[in-house]
């Protein structure tokens, strides 16, 4: 498809421009954190469908962390502890508000707005609100609440990707216009392609639904009760799922963020045309990932790896290898990460840990397994081949192996070769989820059955949340 060529030229020659911003010896940093992304959810990520010229530039020029994750969520709004993970540098279980979290009056200055400043950073932030962790986003100089997220009906939802880069290149204008000499952190967040999905009529005619093949972890229903069956999201399509709706749903997802692309593409030629292109660190990652049929599922609030957790991280900019890691890293290790960008000092209490050793080449991993937990209903551990997810509340344990199996559609659990790998990988879970502060069981005193049929048509269950992907 050809689209926005010109632009990816003039991307692809930035370096030839812009030569004197070099000089500064802070970098500046862009984080680009889209909402509800998935770990595919880019051309160059993986997903051939997906029209993303703009953003494809920083996998070809950086870094793509292919095993990053949120680490967890005690609610249904997975944006919210995930957030605040990434602007506390802590696990899920010791975020400000978490059962059991202890807070203090000056904890405000150990949240990443306010050690940026500390290192002379100017702070800048635009988009997601509510569920974004508020009381991190006050602590930036300036923060744009643009939280567009269909609540309330005059809310152009559409032209939201428009308004936040119309909004962060007016602020790089006035920083030229300032000559002004501090290096920015700036924080997009925009609430895209979360749902309502909709973007401009342009994006969404780039998508036929018929032309979207179905995952090959597509079910009409998931095989039995995670926890979470009938949470807002898993409202959003019919029950048992269909391949029509599927589709349809995919298509609105690829033009929101085929739209996202295009107007992060209008910003990155602000930072040339600025002469800071060459001095930037961007970053572009998501708060949470989502299913959309996979396993028969649409939200967020499931640990499978084309689903809630798994998200996409990128790193490009002046000092970053360019390549591909499979470490395993979470979104909270940004809060360390971009401290040592900075040269600022990471308060104590961060469990993140910093990325710079491998965007510079140096390492190739800072964790050896990776553990997620959602509510008290799953927790998984994963290590390079081998991934466990636990559901304590129904007594059910799967067991997938990733290198032959990467869309997990052959649960190993019930084998009986499987025992050993099974005991190794929940001693491990036992052990990791400790680290982390979360004290809730893998096994519950009385089990409910794990099978699961979707509630009856017409029932309140049943009501369908109405996909606003109409209001466009
Ligand atoms: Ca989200």
Known sequence: MKYNIALVVTLLLAP???????????????????????????????????????????????MTFTHCYTMGSMIGAVCTPSRTMMLTGRSWQRIPGAPGATANAKEANTFLPRVMQAAGYQTWHIGKYGNGFPAGLKEFETTINDDAHGNTPETDRAHCSQRLADGTIKFLKSRSAAKESKPFYIYIAPPVPHDPRSAEDQFHKLYDPAKIPLSPAFLPLHPFDNGEMTVRDEKLAPW?????????????????????????????????????????????????????????????????????????????????????????????????????????????????????????GKETKVRDVLYTGYRNCQRSIRDERWKLIRYPLINKTQLFDLSADPHELTDLAAKPESADKIKQLTTQLEKTKKEFGDAIPLEVENPTPAAWNPPAAGTGEAKKVKNKKLKK
């Open 240 to 360: 048992p799922r269909t391949e029509a709706d599927t589709k349809q749903q995919n298509a609105d997802y690829y033009a929101c963020v085929t739209g996202l692309d295009y107007h992060v593409g209008r910003i990155f030629a602000e930072l040339i045309a600025s002469g800071e292109w060459e001095n930037t660190i961007i970053i572009f990652s998501a708060d949470n990932g989502l299913s959309l049929g996979e396993h028969g599922l649409f939200g967020k609030q499931n640990l499978y790896e084309f689903g809630g957790m798994h998200v996409p991280l990128v790193v490009a900019g002046p000092g970053v290898s360019k390549g591909k890691s499979e470490a395993f890293v979470y979104l909270m290790d940004l809060f360390p990460t971009f401290a040592e960008f900075a040269g600022a000092t990471v308060p104590a209490g961060v469990d993140g840990k910093s990325l710079v050793p491998i965007l510079k």
């Open 16 to 62: 030839i421009v812009a030569l004197h911003a070099a000089e500064k010896s802070k970098p500046n940093i862009i984080h680009i954190h889209a909402d509800d992304h998935r770990a595919d959810g880019l051309h160059a990520l993986g997903n051939p469908l997906l029209v993303t010229p703009n953003l494809d530039t920083l996998v070809e020029r950086g």
